[in-house]
């Protein structure tokens, strides 16, 4: 049984008034809607509804068999996915988070876009995770929900259920992130029930995470906090919402860019929680200050820009000759988790354009050609071995000892100029783990790889169960980790959906009053990314 997930987010912020997300939400379902959920034929096993078995596009199998895992892992009475279930679609564990129920909110609405199950059975499933929700505890005021609950009776979890342990109850910055971007999808996507969606939403505010004061003239994100002394580990008491008594802080913040605690930040701006310069507090790389930073995994190279009043260092890593922002841990998900909503490349074609196709650039030689293993996609996940691990390809990592991409946990690391001495700066790469729900974040930058990638994982390794991809597999030895994580099904029917319906889950996602706070920030950012000769 695979220990929580803790997802690889390391650092963010910002508090402020609470403030509306829609300011006007359509009643009415538009004509544009209804085209899109008319009734489809439920599923008949596991090839899916009457269209998708009768297609050769192999993403529409994979979405059918990946919607059999979320269905068989969440509990008919509650509507909550449990964490995870076991490759043979039995025995799921006993604690959900509220990245978990905002990923199987997306999966339902993506099921029945996708014609695998019908509009009436996506929207009773998503009626009944809506309606524990509301019964759920959270954190007054913020309205936070707390990281660990019962999917089976809705209980917030205060000893963890395989071992006993005392689990002292935390509230997250980017969990809160998910659950909330669900429940704006599920506003637009089912109308009838946009008024509950809504008002879940609205209760929600980040603003009770956000430190206008985490560095001179930089407000960010902390990584979430405890409404009571979590004992062990380092805490900071303080109040960002200014209601209430004093919760307790990480005492770290979500200060990179590249990071999938990005969407509580978007978020927060669109909802007017957190002041929109918040967007340029984060750090592309760290900076290039003598050696107070020469702990991270290059020297980067860059200039510095103005945007809002915050001053920027445009870092970039260098890699097989093409220079890119970095993640802390070098995985796709940090890249390219929060792009399944945000329309980061449409509307930044200075920035994250280019960055994300870097990334997916990066993964791909780095799985074929530089380590060598056959097949890439490197993000955190179950391990083949154990229970939970965190993958990437570590020289597009900030930390210097960052995601490996192989069992071995081969370290990269070629020195820091003047700072560090090269450790390991040509390494032989062992038995590589490749995780599939890293390659589907792929498929709007080159799904020919991403097809060819998957085909092999699922023909060649084997690594395809009853529910779809294991979570993932080791390709020199072949052994996968026979389980399913709903976050990471959820991702691949987020990304299939993308996929195959031009973009839906954004178009659910994002409105006016999104696009109006959130677009001309993208749209200003410049990073120096270079994608060099192919």
Known sequence: MPMPMQPSHRNQLDPSPKVRRRAALAAGVTAAVLSLVVPSAAVAGPAGGPDVGKKADPLNQYAADTWLSLAA??????GLPADNIEGDLTTPSEYTSPTNIGGYLWSTIAARDLKIIDRKEASARLATTLDTLETLEVHEPSG??????SPTDGSKLTTWPDSGDVVHPFLSTVDNGWLAAALRVVAEAEPRLARQ????????????????????GVSLNRGGFWDAPPGDGCAVPDNYGDEGPDVYYTCHWYDTSVSEARIATYLGIANGQIPPSAYYGTYRTMPDRGC???????????ETREYLGVSVFEGVYSYRGMQLVPAWGGSMFEALMPDLFVPEADWGERSWAPNHAATVRAHIEHGLEEAGYGYWGFSPASDPFASYREYGVEEIGISSTGYASDVESTDVDKGYEGCREAANPEPEFGDGVVTPHAAFLALPYDRTAVLENLDGIKNNLGAYGPGGFYDSVAVGSGTAAERYLSLDQSMIMGAILNEQKKDRLKDYFVDRGFEKAVRPLVEA????TNLGEN
Do not use: C, V
Request: charged share 25%.
């Open 292 to 302: 107070d930073f020469g702990w991270q995994e290059q020297k980067p190279t860059g």
């Open 144 to 149: 936070m929900y707390y990281n660990w609950y």
């Open 197 to 216: 969606a809504d008002a879940l939403y609205d209760s929600m505010d980040f603003g009770f995470y956000h430190d206008l004061n985490a560095r001179e």
């Open 525 to 528: 950012q410049i990073f120096g």
């Open 73 to 78: 892992m969440t509990d008919d009475a509650t």
